[in-house]
């Protein structure tokens, strides 16, 4: 069954630290890549997505993600993290070319920063 | 433009009530979803909907009901409410893009909890 693992559940870090959590997904195809995140008490926004072309793709806050095709992962990074990235972050992979039901959310990580 | 909203914020139920949760949205969308979430579960998806009129099951739509009587409207009913059924939902809603990019825009959630 296509599955989307996030193996970090909760990361905590200092401010300044560099930060990367993993995303790793099982479906072979063609695919569109996204980062969530959920700050706490509210919903979830896009912070990031791939769909084609360079597979290292900047977001919001400056977090960045590299699509690496031969590993399946779509990992997020960011160099510096800063007491406002406390949040849960969530990776979603949906098949390309597949319906509106396939997209598959990890089950999210935990991120705490310590000021 | 509101984007996506919900209705309501919060509800507590007794185990055997009814309810309907409400979801709208403002940007003429095609596609929308309800998913729960759930501590370390991520989000999965319950019922959706690629078309007023049209509705499908999602990942868990026991004890669900849904309905898409207008494009920018879609409820989600239980019947009966049981204390599994305590959690966070989420309404979604996405474009119809091409390609099969299904990018989702999220309301804010309704905390259900049934005693």
């Known amino acids: 069954a296509q599955s989307v693992s996030q193996h970090n559940h909760h990361v905590i870090l200092s401010e300044a630290a560099s930060l990367e959590l993993g995303c790793n997904y099982s479906?072979?195809?063609?695919?569109?890549l996204f980062w969530y995140v959920q700050y706490p008490g509210q919903h979830l926004q896009l912070l990031l997505k791939?769909?084609?072309?360079?597979?290292l793709v900047k977001g919001i806050k400056g977090f960045e993600a590299e699509f690496i095709k031969s590993k399946f992962s779509f990992n997020l990074r960011k160099p510096s993290v800063q007491w406002s990235d406390t949040a849960e972050y969530f990776c979603?992979?949906?098949?390309?070319?597949?319906?509106?039901?396939?997209?598959?959310f990890g089950s999210g990580t935990r991120l705490s920063i310590r000021p | 433009n509101a984007g996506v909203t919900q209705t309501p914020k919060f509800r507590v139920l007794k185990t055997g009530q009814s309810m309907t949760l409400l979801c709208a949205q403002d940007?003429?969308?095609?596609?929308m979803y309800w998913y729960r979430q759930d501590p370390g579960m991520g989000l999965r998806l319950i019922h959706y909907?690629?078309?007023?009129?049209?509705?499908a099951k999602g990942e868990v739509p026991d004890g669900y009901n849904v309905s898409r009587l207008k494009k920018q409207n879609f409820l989600l009913g239980l019947e009966s409410a049981a204390p599994s059924q305590t959690s966070v939902y989420f309404c979604?809603?996405?474009?119809?893009?091409?390609?099969?990019?299904?990018?989702?825009?999220f309301g804010p959630g309704t905390r259900l909890t049934v005693t």
């Open positions: 979604a809603s996405s474009p119809q893009l091409a390609g099969g990019l299904y990018e989702q825009y």
């Open positions: 479906y072979g195809g063609t695919v569109n």
């Open positions: 791939y769909f084609s072309g360079d597979p």
């Open positions: 979603a992979v949906n098949p390309g070319y597949s319906s509106a039901s396939k997209i598959i």
């Open positions: 940007m003429n969308h095609e596609y």
């Open positions: 909907s690629v078309g007023e009129g049209t509705t």
